[in-house]
């Protein structure tokens, strides 16, 4: 019985770790959500993604550690650390995890714009970063 | 009694005792790890053992204004950082500072091991700060800052 429970229990932790999402997954869920939240909701834009990820209302902008070119590495203003590339295109690793995306928007957002950012605003973002 | 004789019994808590000890050093690791991944996201991993339980708290405590950015990480991963950094602390001294200090390189040790020349070399574009550890201590990110693996920048 015991073998049987600890066997459950491995399988669901091991399901639970391989599941991943796409941008394209997230995307979608942002979308639903953005739906949800306004009927003038008229989908992602990049353009206004690309102003997102320039902007720079205060000390930093997501350039500032991600570079011009998101699509190639950069390093983080304060440590020095380098960063690995933004754009899934160049670095599939990037916006494959929900909870890890959510995490860093929180962060990210409230030291550039000093706010969190709103769904339209995440879905214009990777949708510049799926442009590029 | 009936559905277990005694040595089944034994055999029974055996097994339990060894699932019990394998979950405990199993959270430790996930401690362990959970600490590993997100405070070395941005710098390295700075060892734990460089400040005390006191100052890790507050820093815990401060997340969403880490050093003038935002780090902060949800309650269960906290959690498993607050214990790791609890159990790996260095141990508290009896003339402790109050508060605690929040900053490595504040520490009196700390200023001890650099001493000025060395702090010449912090003005190095290439060390850029005494936090970026990495820039003269080779092993750094595995924890390691003996003179062995000191090579300082030009």
């Known amino acids: ?71 190639g590495g950069g390093r983080h203003a304060v440590t020095s650390k380098p960063i690995k590339p933004l754009s899934p295109l160049a670095n599939p690793a990037r916006f494959s995890d929900a909870a890890k995306v959510e995490k860093w928007f929180k962060r990210n957002c409230q030291d550039v714009l000093k706010r969190e950012c709103s769904v339209v605003e995440k879905g214009d973002l990777l949708t510049f970063l799926m442009s590029q | 009694m009936t559905l277990l004789r005694k040595s089944q019994i034994g055999r029974v808590s055996a097994v339990f005792l060894c699932v019990a000890l394998w979950s405990a050093a199993d959270a430790a690791d996930l401690d362990e790890q959970a600490w590993r991944e997100e405070c070395s996201a941005c710098h390295i991993a700075y060892p734990a053992r460089f400040l005390p339980a006191a100052s890790w708290h507050e820093i815990m405590r401060t997340l969403d204004n880490h050093f003038g950015v935002n780090a902060s990480v949800d309650a269960a991963t906290a959690e498993k950082i607050s214990r790791y950094l609890a159990a790996a602390a260095r141990p508290a001294s009896r003339t402790q500072a109050e508060p605690p200090p929040l900053c490595i390189t504040e520490t009196r040790w700390f200023m001890h091991e650099h001493d000025e020349a060395l702090a010449k070399q912090w003005r190095n574009p290439k060390v850029k700060s005494a936090a970026n550890c990495g820039a003269c201590h080779q092993d750094a990110e595995a924890g390691r800052f003996s003179e062995r693996s000191l090579n300082i920048p030009k």
């Open chain 1, 1 to 71: 019985m015991l073998v049987r429970v600890l066997m459950l229990l491995s399988f669901a932790a091991l399901s639970i770790a391989a599941h991943a999402e796409t941008p394209q997954d997230l995307l979608q869920g942002w979308r639903a959500e953005a739906r949800a939240q306004s009927a003038q909701f008229a989908g992602f834009s990049a353009e206004r993604g690309r102003s997102l990820y320039f902007a720079q209302p205060a000390d930093w902008s997501c350039s500032t550690c991600h570079t011009n070119d998101p699509r």
